[in-house]
């Protein structure tokens, strides 16, 4: 048996770990007068839940090279984890809880743009808000920086991509119902008809409500080349299942940008035929700064650490970003340079870039294509 990793057992060692949870950090809990504290909003239930893990881990790594390096004026940063599901019905109710004590000081998020909607009614400016995953892109209101990918940079090349590349014209769009894919969406389909392409069908479904053998039936029906597959965590583990059972995954394209190495090990190497994802991050990417942060990632969390990818990383990037935005404090309209293993170029929501990258599954992995762009 192989021994756990300290990430395995952290709740038997809180001591070592720079994280509470939210419910741990009650009204007995003494708020340290050395500490900067940083609220971290993840999801660790729902359909999105399965992302929880390696979100966790990677922001627990940036926090421990943060302190490393002397914390935030040599006061120690610590995480305070709060369950930012869609599911979770009592988030805005933990939040207030911690507003109301100072109990934090500024927010980092991964999680939906409906919960990140959420946050920023409650919050309306108060802390500064990291938001780092991929995000439909557009005005954000203040205090809100999102250093993730959007659909103009993400999506929009990896469909000329492929559409090229197999001579795809007709398209089928899945997506839950929220505004990441229906914004996402909406931008897709002009590009699609503009390449002279069809969009043979546009389907919304909640969050944790799929019919899956519906949708793969109709995508049958509209004899559909591709569907672009905007999906959150479980949704779209069980939606490629059943595509892959159906035997249409070696017929029909499936492009994603939001399905990372977790979704894959849970979609199974039986099902990914024909599954290709546009990311800024993938933990196979043959880069200096990659191999320097998997080593450091394995060294602190051993060999049973949650699996890399896109989602988890982009909280370290969230919290190296907010290390970065500090040291910034008076410059304001300077570019925030940070350690970004993603090589990250943030001056404003508006003016980002990352490369991003096209890439097909391969039984458990991802194989890089291409760089869509550097």
Known sequence: MQPRSDFDSGRRHRAAQPYRTARWCGSNEPIGEQEYRIGMLIPMSGAAGIWGPSCLAC?????????????????SVTL??????????????????????????SIVGMHTSSVRERVTAQ????LPFVYTPLYEGGPLPPGVMAIGETPREQLLPALDSLTE????????????????????????TDT?????????????VPLGALDVQRLVDEIRGTRAQAVLMSLVGQDAVEFSRALGESKLAGKVVRLSCAVEENGLL?????HTEGLFVASGYFASLDTDRNGAFRERYWSRFGERAPVLNSLGQSTYEGVAFLRAALRRKSRAGAP?????????????NLHSAMPIYLAQAEAMSFRVLSALRR
């Not at 599901?85 to 934090?104: G, H, K, N, Y």
């Open 59 to 75: 922001a627990t790594l940036a926090a421990e090279e943060w302190n490393a390096a002397g914390g935030v004026d040599g006061k």
């Open 80 to 105: 305070t984890v709060l369950d930012a599901s869609d599911e979770s019905d009592d988030l805005e109710e933990q939040l207030q809880a911690l507003l109301d004590a100072d109990a934090i000081e």
């Open 123 to 126: 919050l309306r400016g108060a």
């Open 165 to 188: 590349r197999y001579a795809l014209r007709r398209w089928f769009l899945l997506g839950n119902d929220y505004c990441w894919p229906r914004r996402s969406h909406a931008i897709a």
């Open 192 to 204: 699609l008809r503009r390449s002279g392409c069809e969009v043979v069908a546009s389907r919304y």
């Open 266 to 270: 849970a979609i199974g190497p039986e």
């Open 336 to 348: 925030i340079g940070f350690e970004s293993v993603r090589s990250t170029r943030w001056r404003s």
